[in-house]
């Protein structure tokens, strides 16, 4: 089973950006679609965007479209998270999650599709 641990994560204001890192260890990412999720206090935890394993497919939830980008470099064996013009609604547990799956360019919203979660990492965003 791979290992994720994520970082980057902090406290801006709302308009700021910040990047996230998912770094993996234990197995190679090269197989596994890699999935951002959020939960915010009281909330349950939701989709924010997958990237398939070969970077040719990526998806995003409604609400973060046109301000997020995902993307991996699987030399590096890490996912990342650029956030751009953050609003206070983005303020949550940011996890990141892998699933293997030997299709390179499958792509899932469905958190019980992965198989490996990090610990997460905070963002806050203040207005």
């Known amino acids: 089973q791979v290992q994720l641990v994520e970082s980057g994560g902090g406290l801006v204001q709302a308009g700021d950006s910040l990047r996230l890192s998912c770094a993996a260890s234990?197995?190679?990412?090269?197989?596994?679609?890699m999935g951002w999720f959020r939960q915010a206090p009281g909330k349950e935890r939701e989709f924010v965007g997958v990237?398939?394993?070969?970077?040719?497919?990526?998806l995003y939830a409604d609400s973060v479209k046109g301000r997020f980008a995902v993307s991996r470099d699987n030399a590096m064996n890490t996912v990342y998270l650029q956030m751009n013009s953050l609003k206070p609604e983005d303020t949550a547990v940011y996890y990141c999650?892998?699933?293997?799956?030997?299709?390179?360019?499958?792509?899932?919203?469905?958190?019980?599709?992965?198989?490996?979660w990090g610990q997460g990492t905070q963002v806050t965003v203040s207005s």
């Open positions: 234990g197995r190679t990412l090269r197989s596994y679609t």
């Open positions: 990237i398939s394993s070969n970077g040719g497919r990526i």
């Open positions: 999650a892998a699933d293997r799956t030997p299709r390179k360019e499958y792509v899932t919203r469905y958190i019980s599709e992965y198989d490996s």
